[in-house]
């Protein structure tokens, strides 16, 4: 999932909470790079501190214990039209990721490039949590799904 998505679960309800519900509840792995939880972790303390009744630090924590961080070599040239958004892509080819959440519309622009599926966060819970969806992976600061 992008940083937006996961922060958006972080403080507020709807499909992004359902996202990071789920891999709390181990019905997905979150896969991401250093990267991407460096984001996460900035972008987290900025909302915490607008948002001080909000702990961030007990799911960024979880985050590094049980998230999947892998090594992901820059892109070898830009995919996404917002450069800084081609992380995620990425982290999904260096983990075999074929699915990100995301409401970025540069990002969702990229759905398919190498396979990989970049749903809004709502397709993303329609598809794979729904009651007869079996999801197992979610990517990159992404969704991985088998």
Not at 59 to 87: M, N, R, T, Y
Not at 116 to 145: C, M, W
């Amino acid at each position: 999932m992008d940083t937006n998505v996961f922060v958006s679960g972080v403080f507020f309800s709807g499909p992004p909470f359902e996202i990071l519900d789920a891999w709390r509840h181990g019905r997905l792995t979150l896969v991401l790079s250093p990267e991407i939880l460096t984001e996460y972790e900035r972008v987290g303390q900025e909302l915490a501190n607008e948002f001080p009744t909000v702990d961030i630090e007990p799911i960024l924590e979880l985050l590094a214990f049980k998230g999947e961080v892998v090594s992901a070599p820059a892109l070898a040239e830009q995919i996404c039209s917002d450069p800084d958004d081609d992380k995620f892509l990425a982290c999904a080819l260096a983990s075999s990721t074929k699915v990100i959440s995301s409401g970025d519309k540069a990002l969702r622009k990229t759905s398919g490039y190498a396979g990989i599926e970049v749903l809004s966060p709502r397709e993303f819970v329609d598809k794979y949590l729904k009651k007869n969806s079996q999801p197992t992976h979610t990517g990159n600061g992404n969704t991985r799904a088998r």
